[in-house]
């Protein structure tokens, strides 16, 4: 399953609040066929969610995984996460990265332990402002990558989310010829360095709106967004998906 469109709400949402997300989202979409995009709700909203969109064919995913099951307070595991219907996790977001301190190895074993269940991952990369600003962008999302993915076998589903931190919430993104660039090095990278030689889909992340959406999808090596504010609007959302699908190749 390959996943273009995916919403993370973060920790928003409510029951209530739901419901009408789902009829916006609904009479707001042009496409029947929307296998290919994807909401990551919070976990406690996820069964209502999977509920709600069973009829849809919109794919609900988690926010996050464990490395391990049984005694981790507060963790959510992979199988409990497919035990209730998500087809797939987020992985290695900046805030988890940086509020809770995931290293890319112990993201490593989150990859891992997803792989030996067959469960598909969302893998987040990106660089802080210091980094864009020193010119060495391309270096330390090197580091993330052979740290994180070096000699694993990477399976079908696979996907990288470049979200530069600085353009998360801030309104403002690199030039589109540059996320280009940074995403065609991706994918080269994770090619020379993954077991199989897997070259995933690359998404871009960081203020994508329904006005900045058709300039980032002409781009060849944009494969699709994870979208952070703007899909907490079931319209907005739905207007991205819709921009995704008739962007003419």
């Not at 076998?153 to 931190?165: K, M, N, Q, R, S």
């Not at 995933?200 to 980032?216: C, D, H, I, M």
């Amino acid at each position: 399953m390959s996943l273009s469109i995916i919403g993370n709400w973060k920790s928003n949402g409510s029951l209530e609040s739901n419901k009408s997300w789902i009829h916006d989202f609904k009479y707001s979409i042009n496409d029947s066929e929307i296998s290919n995009v994807a909401i990551c709700p919070p976990f406690t909203y996820l069964d209502q969610m999977i509920s709600l969109t069973s009829n849809l064919g919109l794919s609900i995913g988690s926010q996050d995984i464990d490395s391990s099951s049984g005694a981790r307070t507060g963790s959510i595991s992979v199988n409990a996460c497919k035990d209730i219907g998500c087809c797939f996790s987020i992985v290695g977001h900046s805030e988890r990265r940086e509020i809770f301190g995931e290293s890319n190895m112990f993201l490593r074993q989150k990859l891992i332990t997803a792989q030996e269940s067959g469960f598909q991952v969302i893998f987040c990369i990106g660089e802080p402002k210091e980094q864009q600003l020193a010119g060495t962008t391309n270096n330390f999302l090197e580091k993330q990558i052979i740290e994180s993915l070096s000699d694993l076998e990477l399976l079908d589903g696979f996907t990288i989310a470049y979200e530069p931190i600085w353009a998360i919430g801030t309104g403002e993104i690199p030039d589109v010829k540059d996320i280009n660039a940074t995403h065609k090095f991706i994918k080269d990278i994770v090619q020379s360095s993954s077991k199989n030689n897997f070259t995933p889909n690359v998404l871009y992340g960081g203020s994508v709106t329904s006005k900045n959406a058709e300039v980032l999808f002409k781009e060849k090596y944009i494969d699709g967004a994870l979208i952070g504010g703007a899909s907490l609007n079931g319209k907005e959302f739905a207007e991205i998906a819709n921009i995704f699908k008739n962007r003419g190749f």
